[in-house]
């Protein structure tokens, strides 16, 4: 079984700063790696995503991530943020030879952004 | 091509009574999954359809139901709402035979008094 965990529930950044949001998982088995963003009474969005290859992503909206095997890390990295990115983020796994390939979530990580 | 929608986008109902959500997959998607999101939460996974067949199910009582349409559109129902069935409903869908991606709607909110 797969579970994820956001290690920061809130982070709170100025606009301009570069931000890091980590996400921790644990999985006997290889998964693919999701981060999405879900704007106040929206749906969510999908930023970024690893499936294989190169472990550096980069996603929309000027967001990457690096996929680190040894640390079961994925953590999402912007340089320099803006108002507009104050969202909840998600981390999300799923495994790829399961019969269905559900995502297991993170809590979220509440980003917000200060002028 | 067009996303996912999700209607209603609003629902209020009472204890007891039964709800039909309805989800129309992107163009394409043979893979419909159905998650419930509580307020200040992450999403639950409630259960899977491929092909018009359930591919999977979450930890959700079988008061929770669904179907999946020849068109691969989706339809979950709820019998018996309880308070705690008040969350966001939310519909994905995928193309289970080429990488997976997960697209979501918009989401239904449904409130139970």
């Known amino acids: 079984a797969q579970s994820v965990t956001q290690l920061d529930s809130q982070v709170p950044v100025f606009e301009e700063a570069p931000v890091e949001l980590r996400c921790n998982y644990s999985s006997s088995v290889s998964v693919y790696l999701f981060w999405y963003v879900q704007y106040p009474n929206q749906g969510l969005q999908l930023l970024l995503k690893y499936l294989s290859g190169s472990t550096l992503v980069k996603g929309i909206n000027g967001f990457e991530a690096e996929f680190n095997k040894s640390q079961t890390s994925f953590h999402l990295r912007k340089p320099s943020v803006h108002i507009s990115d104050t969202a909840e983020y998600f981390c999300?796994?799923?495994?790829?030879?399961?019969?269905?390939?559900?995502?297991?979530w993170g809590l979220g990580t509440s980003l917000a952004v200060n002028p | 091509e067009t996303g996912v929608t999700q209607s209603p986008t609003h629902l209020i109902k009472t204890r007891g009574q039964q709800v039909t959500l309805r989800c129309s997959s992107q163009s394409g998607h043979n893979t419909v999954s159905w998650y419930q999101q509580a307020l200040g939460q992450g999403p639950q996974f409630i259960f899977q359809?491929?092909?018009?067949?359930?591919?999977g199910r979450g930890n959700f009582p079988p008061r929770f139901s669904g179907l999946q349409f020849p068109n691969y559109s989706s339809e979950l129902n709820v019998n018996a709402l309880e308070l705690d069935d008040s969350a966001l409903y939310l519909c994905a869908s995928s193309d289970r035979d080429f990488g997976d991606t997960q697209y979501f709607g918009p989401g239904t909110r449904l409130t139970v008094l």
């Open positions: 999300a796994v799923s495994a790829p030879g399961g019969n269905n390939r559900k995502l297991i």
């Open positions: 359809y491929y092909r018009e067949e359930e591919n």
